[in-house]
């Protein structure tokens, strides 16, 4: 293969010889997100009297695609639901457990799955790290320092052996801990304005530190960046809570505006400035407080979602609370797994910042993994990408790569490269490239220099894409969008170089070994 240097072709030159690290990659970028929302938990995660359901009510079909899936880190119980939850509703016999209101979805939660259900859950898959959220909207410091001492004292307090008395003798051993969600959201119970929020977040802080001082605790940042608060929110809060937490949060989700898709494709280009906005200030802060200590980011929200859409609108009416209602249930197209990868590869580049992420959600909410109440479940076009990304990256370290390129026009963004890539040194040593092509009309020449390693000998390439981009996997038709291997890929060990044919609008992994 040669590189075209006009044509119809698109052309990119990655080069990434110096193997310059930008960071590790930190396991918890792999995290993922169960909120008691329609049907996340119930017949997603569990559903007793499924087929499939193990003597705990858990669908071993659910548990074996999220192995799969290669997650890590679960955060939980929420997102909005958390701002109206009560803990100890779901502690105790599930049989006498109280049904509640859920006013952030419209919704009745049973409290049938609470912390020990999830607890239990996480050690089945295999002892992934539970991240928990604690209410500040409607409750406070002592809830949550009364859930800290429940989940991590060992005994002999009147929680520690209340949690002893519902059947789990070790403590849990939380280290995550979310101090409340999205507070600065009108739309969230118990919304604060960031002084509010702060001195709420700072107190709560130092009181779970002195029960736990192990623990890492993460506070609100702005729900999108483009809340009008953006940017004097961050920094008021970092001004009250900075020596105490160790992550501030950053949401963001995209969709197409307008049928704008190359925009769409694009929308990695608003994550990274967002990023990198949450970094100065976080810089700016470390400097006024003159601290020695480093807080990173937590993006612990993160996905397409169409918003607007008919599965996104709430219940309505005062006797209407469904449980457990159709909510949320996107069906991602082959498009919407492009820009997924897009926002993937934005997040394994900031690696020196983000140091947890987390997909939300996980399963039939705005997920890559779909079940049908009593039937199959499924994986979603998204459901690839993180899957690809999470098995080969984890334990590596990301690799600066100067890209270089044929770009072209979008709305909202300018300008943009075809190629939006990052290498990724793999632990084993091999290296992969995470890549997708962004136009929505031409294919591209990337041309890799990788540099004088002798050990590789291989190169090998897998690609999602189709030629209608709208197409997706569905419960008639759960196989019909998956990576393929793909044989346009060529290495050059005489000239340390990889050449790989890219289709447009399409995701790539390209191994090196």
Known sequence: MEVPNSGKNGWTQLIIEDRDPIGSVNNRLFGSFVEHLGRCVYTGIYEPGHPSADDDGYRSDVMELVKELGVTTIRYPGGNFVSGYRWRDGIGDPSKRPRRLDLAWHSTETNEFGLHEMVKWLAKLGGNELMEAVNLGTQGTQEALDLLEYANIPS?????????????????????WCLGNEMDGPWQLGHRKAHEYARIAAITAAGMRQIDPDIELAVCGSSSHSMPTFGSWERTVLEETYENINFISAHAYYQPVNNDMASFLASGNDMDGFIKDVGSIIDATKAQLKSKHDVFISFDEWNIWYQNAEQSQTPMGIDNWPVAPHLLEDVYTVADAVAFGDLLITLLRNADRVHSASLAQLVNVIAPIMTAPGGGAWRQTTFYPFSQAAHLSKGGTVVRGLLTGSRHPTDRYGE?????????????GSLAIFAVNRSLD?????????????????????????????????????DRVFPRRNKQVEFLPEQNKVVAELAPVSWNVIHIS
Request: aromatic residues 4%; contains cysteine; hydrophobic residues 35%.
């Open 156 to 176: 002999g307090t009147a929680l520690s052996e209340l949690r002893r008395a519902n059947g789990s003798d070790a403590p849990f051993g939380i280290r995550m």
């Open 416 to 428: 943009v490269s075809d190629i939006n890539a990052v290498p990724v040194l793999c632990a084993d």
């Open 442 to 478: 031409r294919s591209n020449t990337l041309t890799l220099d990788i540099g004088s390693d002798g050990s590789y000998k291989t190169a090998g390439m897998t690609t999602l894409h189709e030629e209608d981009y709208m197409l997706a996997n569905t419960r008639d038709a759960p």
